[in-house]
């Protein structure tokens, strides 16, 4: 039976202990969804926010707070990333989202991609809020990690799949 990592056996949290295992290269892509009105695409779309480029600034956001991860998630390990990127792409009911975040090391990089990807996200919202209040973030997961124990996991639609490697 899979038990939670961040837990001992007296149920006393802690930081995972990674010294044994391998360093080993690792990749992460992530996923989030600004959900907003036409309008607010279409002022997106014409460079028109009064604070710049919306998509430029949450790129820059995300690829910063991806760095950060480690300080923002309290038992996360500081990971040395060797890549970072993040896209923001304009769709016909709000901006798609996708970060990717790489390293070599003895733990994944899960969780610099989903920040990376949130943040990004956050600050298309503090860039167009002026514009409209109701914008919505959500679909925030992670898209496909590799690397590591676990081998690679696809998320597939609604459900996912992880293919262990044996």
Do not use: W
């Not at 360093?23 to 695409?41: L, P, Y």
């Not at 997106?44 to 998509?55: A, D, E, H, Q």
């Not at 998630?73 to 709000?94: E, R």
């Not at 209040?133 to 690679?152: A, C, D, Q, T, Y």
């Amino acid at each position: 039976m899979k038990k939670l990592s961040h837990y001992d056996k007296t149920g006393r949290v802690r930081m995972v202990d990674v010294t044994a295992k391998p360093s080993t290269s690792r990749t992460a892509v992530a996923h989030a969804f600004v959900r907003m009105k036409r309008a607010t695409i279409e002022s997106v779309r014409r460079l028109k926010s009064p604070k710049g480029n919306p998509l430029e600034i949450a790129r820059i956001a995300g690829i910063t707070a991806a760095k950060r991860t480690s300080e923002l998630i309290p038992l996360c390990h500081p990971i040395a990333l060797t890549h970072v990127d993040v896209s923001a792409k304009l769709c016909q009911n709000g901006i798609e989202v996708i970060s990717e975040a790489t390293a070599t090391g003895p733990t994944g990089v899960e969780m610099e991609a989903l920040v990376a990807a949130s943040v990004a996200a956050l600050t298309i919202y503090d860039m167009c809020k002026a514009l409209e209040r109701g914008i919505e973030i959500s679909e925030v997961h992670l898209v496909k990690k590799s690397g590591g124990r676990s081998g690679l996991y696809v998320r597939s639609g609604k459900l996912a799949k992880n293919t262990k490697k044996k």
